[in-house]
């Protein structure tokens, strides 16, 4: 991924580029799940598509919950629940789908119906068949950076060098992924906002985010109604809307190429004033 024609992004997909004028792609998070903390994002292909009708360049399907006390659930309940919306959806649209899944057989099933990507919060580590399976498809794969499971990440969530630590990381991760087939080009980082970090560890890495592996990866930023927007503004996750915006911004500015979020629309207007004022 990169720039592509003015200050627009590009990313490369198994048989396609996607394109967008916009300083960051917008991926529209649809969570499978009767548990994600907003509960605004749970759903199936209606709110898929409506997020499509809203400007979506991507669509992040999940099936198991990964917020903060999560348990990690059943493989083939995780797929009863994530193949059906990419089924759903590639009747309507051709809009890249991402999985959002630890899982190989999860990736495998919704490959089979039409996904074109894979996000994976444990960074290829949880299933050591994932590597293969996205190597052999050709799919663009984020690889996140996080701290243990989600049902005790926060117990340990301060840094010395917060910066240097998810670098490190995230670099033997693209490593790991570039010595089993991955290409260089299908590689997006994420820092991991709010899996495993304090307040003061989510900020710096937010500043920062642009810089992580020398700046040659795209970054995936996912703070839309995160605690960490909470933390500063003194809001719950229904009313969090104002300072995903305002933390997006800041985002972008610092260097994110793809943002993944609940609201859309909105995430679209404020992208149009940045691309519209020169960022």
């Excluded at 969570?31 to 997020?51: I, V, Y």
């Excluded at 299933?127 to 049902?151: C, F, Q, T, Y």
């Excluded at 911004?249 to 994110?256: E, P, S, Y």
């Amino acid at each position: 991924m990169g720039t592509g024609g003015g200050r627009g992004r590009h990313l490369a997909l198994a048989g396609r580029v996607i394109t967008t004028e916009k300083p960051a792609l917008v991926m529209g998070i649809v969570n499978a799940t009767p548990d994600s903390f907003f509960a605004e994002s749970r759903g199936t292909a209606e709110r898929a598509l409506r997020l499509i009708d809203e400007g979506a360049d991507i669509l992040d399907i999940g099936g198991e919950s990964t917020r903060p006390g999560a348990a990690y659930m059943d493989t083939d309940e995780e797929i009863r629940r994530v193949v059906p919306v990419v089924r759903a959806v590639r009747k309507h649209s051709a809009v890249p789908i991402s999985v959002d899944t630890r899982k190989s057989a999860v990736l495998r099933a919704a490959l089979d119906e039409g996904a074109d990507m894979l996000n994976d919060i444990s960074a290829l580590e949880d299933d050591e068949e994932m590597a293969e399976v996205a190597a052999h498809a050709k799919i663009p794969v984020i690889l996140m950076h996080k701290r243990g499971i989600p049902a005790i990440m926060q117990e340990d969530a301060a840094y010395d060098d917060v910066f240097g630590e998810v670098d490190a990381y995230l670099q033997r991760r693209i490593r790991y992924a570039r010595e089993r087939g991955i290409a260089g080009d299908r590689i997006v980082i994420d820092p991991g906002i709010g899996f495993g970090k304090d307040a003061a560890a989510n900020v710096a890495l937010i500043r920062r985010c642009g810089g992580l592996c020398g700046g040659r990866y795209p970054v995936l930023m996912g703070l839309s109604r995160k605690r960490i927007v909470g933390a500063l503004t003194g809001r719950g996750a229904e009313e969090r809307l104002a300072g995903t915006l305002a933390a997006n911004v800041l985002a972008v500015i610092a260097g994110a190429s793809l943002l993944r979020v609940h609201d859309v629309r909105e995430t679209v207007d404020m992208l149009a004033v940045l691309d519209g004022i020169g960022y």
